[in-house]
């Protein structure tokens, strides 16, 4: 790997402050691994000891734009010389250029986008979307997908998929979910079949999916919430999925809450990852990460010009502290300005048929590799041992009990890393490739090659 001036911050210090203060997320203490990064550019991360790391999963498929875009932090230093917070109650330059450009610039051919509101979560947009489905139809149900993931918010955590739970270190140990989920209103459907699921009619998700409209009964549903390609999960759906279960929304008169957190602005190689599909569109989206590269904490929940109107027209006794912030609404502004400028959604496109030709030509020779599914610069990788089945049984149904070390995803995450390449994956059998929409076609071959010696490694331990 190679190797940077050390960096002057005493690290040993910070590792003793971190493990003795810090409250971690997803890993028990006696797992905590201290990977500390010392400074971040482009695609790159450069770690305390001074080795750097490709970034080839953009860290959580959320560092779109690389990091420390010029263009965005340039707009951040500028909003800074004005701007502190600014409650909601109070306008600000940056909050409406980011608005304009959102409704106007990128969603206005749609024509079906109102209002927006910029917040300062993914999760936090996908709450407000549950609650305005709520307000606006007088129901209560909210379906949800499973293997989704929503978030790990209060609200969004009770919809059934990966959410807010506490596991055991022991192999199928009890997992704790946060008592009151879940909670009456929450139901899940079938999650999509895969894009290379064979059929000659209905999906049988779908099938699932409007019995169980008709046995809750449709006027008790206020929406079904989806994702274009599943984050956490790493599924992208069969075709002829989103179209159908669309149809089935409107045939029951059902609001559709696209989550777009993790797939929206380009990573699918559109705008947003219903365009994927002609003549769709949502009635909310939530919207996150790629709305400004993940450079600062950020959401925003779109809504039509129908619910829009309503809300508008009320008074809506809604918000956080941070809503509409100028610094956050700032780097929104930078983001998108760049990515309009640069053809980032061509550059996506065209890097995305690089990326998907080197894992086919992965998969070619590596049995080991059963599945690749995806568009744009997010694909998932799903791996099966001798008998073409999933490594490990459960799949995406884990409850992330037991050793999560010895799980194929941590494996390929381990020799990748010794390679100088930051790549992983979230359920046990699928390692999710993801890299900024600015890495080079030199960095992508860099990527894939540690890739495929991780996959020789993983393949001499199960016997290939």
């Known amino acids: ?7 002057p911050t005493d690290w040993s210090l910070i590792e003793r402050w971190d493990r003795d203060y810090y409250l971690h997320n997803t890993a028990g203490k006696g797992e905590y691994g201290f990977w500390a990064v010392d400074r971040m550019d482009g695609a790159w991360l450069t770690m305390a000891d001074g080795s750097r790391l490709l ?10 734009m690389g990091h420390r875009h010029p263009a965005i932090h340039a707009e951040i230093i500028r909003a800074m010389d004005r701007y502190g917070h600014v409650f909601f109650g109070m306008a600000n330059e940056y909050r409406a250029r980011a608005a304009k450009l959102i409704i106007e610039d990128v969603l206005g051919a749609d024509n079906w986008a109102g ?6 979560s993914g999760g936090e947009a ?4 549950i609650t305005m489905a709520r307000l606006y139809t007088g129901k209560q149900i909210v379906l949800s997908q499973a293997h989704g993931f929503h978030g790990l918010s209060v609200g969004a955590t009770m919809l059934r998929g ?22 009456q209103g929450f139901m899940p459907i079938p999650p999509p079949e895969g894009d290379d699921f064979q059929t000659n009619g209905e999906l049988p998700s779908i099938a699932a999916t409007r019995a169980m409209i008709r046995t809750v009964g449709p006027e008790n549903v206020a929406a079904i919430i989806t994702e274009p390609m599943l984050g956490a999960g790493g599924l992208f759906p069969h075709p002829d999925y989103m179209p159908a279960l669309y149809a089935l929304i409107r045939e029951y008169g059902l609001l559709w809450i696209d989550d777009e957190v993790l797939c929206g602005f380009g990573r699918l190689g559109h705008w947003f990852g219903y365009q994927m599909y002609p003549d769709i569109h949502p009635d909310i989206m939530a919207t996150g990460k790629s709305i400004n590269g993940s450079s600062l904490p950020s959401g925003a929940v779109i809504a039509s010009k129908a619910i829009a109107q309503f809300f508008e027209d009320a008074r809506w006794w809604s918000g956080t502290t941070w809503d509409g912030h100028p610094l956050i609404a700032a780097s929104i502004v930078g983001c998108l300005e760049a990515m309009l400028a640069e053809d980032m959604i061509g550059q996506v496109q065209a890097k995305g048929k690089i990326v998907r030709a080197g894992l086919e030509a992965l998969k070619a020779r590596h049995p080991s590799i059963g599945r690749i599914g995806g568009s744009g610069l997010y694909y998932a990788v ?15 149904y884990t409850g992330f009990t037991g050793d999560l070390s010895q799980n194929p995803n941590a494996i390929i995450g381990r020799e990748c890393a010794a390679r100088g390449v930051f790549l992983g994956g979230f359920v046990p059998n699928t390692v999710k490739v993801g890299p900024p929409f600015i890495i080079s076609e030199s960095e992508i071959d860099t990527g894939l090659a540690a890739f495929d010696a991780a996959l020789g490694v993983l393949e001499e331990g199960l016997g290939f």
Do not use: C, H
């Open 162 to 183: 990966y959410r807010n739970n506490i596991s055991s270190a022991e192999a199928g140990g009890p997992v704790r979910d946060v008592p009151g989920f879940a909670s």
């Open 126 to 129: 996908v709450d407000n979307a």
């Open 115 to 120: 209002r927006v509101r910029i917040l300062a």
């Open 55 to 64: 970034d080839f999963q953009s860290q959580l498929i959320s560092d779109s």
């Open 382 to 396: 799903d791996l099966v041992g001798r008998n073409g089945q999933p490594i490990i049984k459960d799949d995406r």
């Open 1 to 7: 790997m190679t190797e940077t001036p050390a960096s």
